[in-house]
T-cell receptor, first 114, second 118 residues
Framework: GQQLNQSPQSMFIQEGEDVSMNCTSS?????WLWYKQDPGEGPVLLIA?????ELTSNGRLTAQFGITRKDSFLNISASIPSDVGIYFC??????????????FGAGTRLFVKA | GAVVSQHPSWVICKSGTSVKIECRSL??????MFWYRQFPKQSLMLMAT?????????EQGVEKDKFLINHASLTLSTLTVTSAHPEDSSFYIC??????????????FGNGTRLTVT
């Protein structure tokens, strides 16, 4: 079945540093999504990407939909303590019956030291 | 927009009892909602797809008689964990995709329900 390989699994960084994480797959996706999950809460959508090559920003966050449609990355610039959390990538692909299937990566745990 | 509300946020129940979790789309209609389970330090595991007006579709390995899903309206889906056991303790999260949005519009998640079975 389809799988997403998300890396790194965890990151320990200093406040102010930039962060980069990515997801790759052997499958082609129609949509790439990036979510952040705080402890005890549901994931919150950060960025949605719909076209190959698309580069989208949301404040200090920037994400890109890979040209091959098989990968995506998320960058966080000038990290701050509240960036701490788990970041999930998700790829959506057509089921062929009109619906879409969403597949999640394993998550990247980000720790920021003030 | 696209707010999903989940209730309760946490629940503690005794072994053998049943627990109902509600998932509501507050500002949009959703013909389809999704129920996930998340174990500590792990990703989201899709349990089932809730379809308004019809039977839910369960993922392989998920017992449909154990996890009853009802999607009675375009804004409400419920998950009932029947005869709960300690191994059912977990974080349950629902999500939905806006009805009028693109078919590949993103999933929006509720805040999750922490279930503890004693």
């Amino acid at each position: 079945g389809q799988q997403l390989n998300q890396s790194p699994q965890s990151m320990f960084i200093q406040e102010g540093e930039d962060v980069s994480m990515n997801c790759t797959s052997s499958s082609i996706f129609n949509t790439w999504l990036w979510y952040k999950q705080d402890p005890g809460e549901g994931p919150v959508l950060l960025i949605a990407l719909y076209k190959a090559g698309e580069l989208t920003s949301n404040g200090r966050l920037t994400a890109q939909f890979g040209i091959t449609r098989k990968d995506s990355f998320l960058n966080i610039s000038a990290s701050i303590p509240s960036d701490v959390g788990i970041y999930f990538c998700a790829g959506q692909l057509s089921r062929g019956t009109g619906g879409f299937k969403t597949i999640f990566g394993a998550g990247t745990r980000l720790f920021v030291k003030a | 927009g696209a707010v999903v509300s989940q209730h309760p946020s946490w629940v503690i129940c005794k072994s053998g009892t049943s627990v109902k979790i509600e998932c509501r789309s507050l500002d949009f209609q959703a013909t389809t909602m999704f129920w996930y389970r998340q174990f500590p330090k792990q990703s989201l595991m899709l349990m089932a797809t809730s379809n308004e007006g019809s039977k839910a579709t369960y993922e392989q390995g998920v017992e449909k008689d154990k996890f009853l899903i009802n999607h009675a309206s375009l804004t409400l889906s419920t998950l009932t964990v029947t005869s709960a056991h300690p191994e059912d303790s977990s974080f349950y999260i629902c999500s939905a995709r806006a009805l009028l949005g693109q078919n590949n519009s993103p999933l929006h998640f509720g805040n999750g329900t922490r279930l503890t079975v004693t």
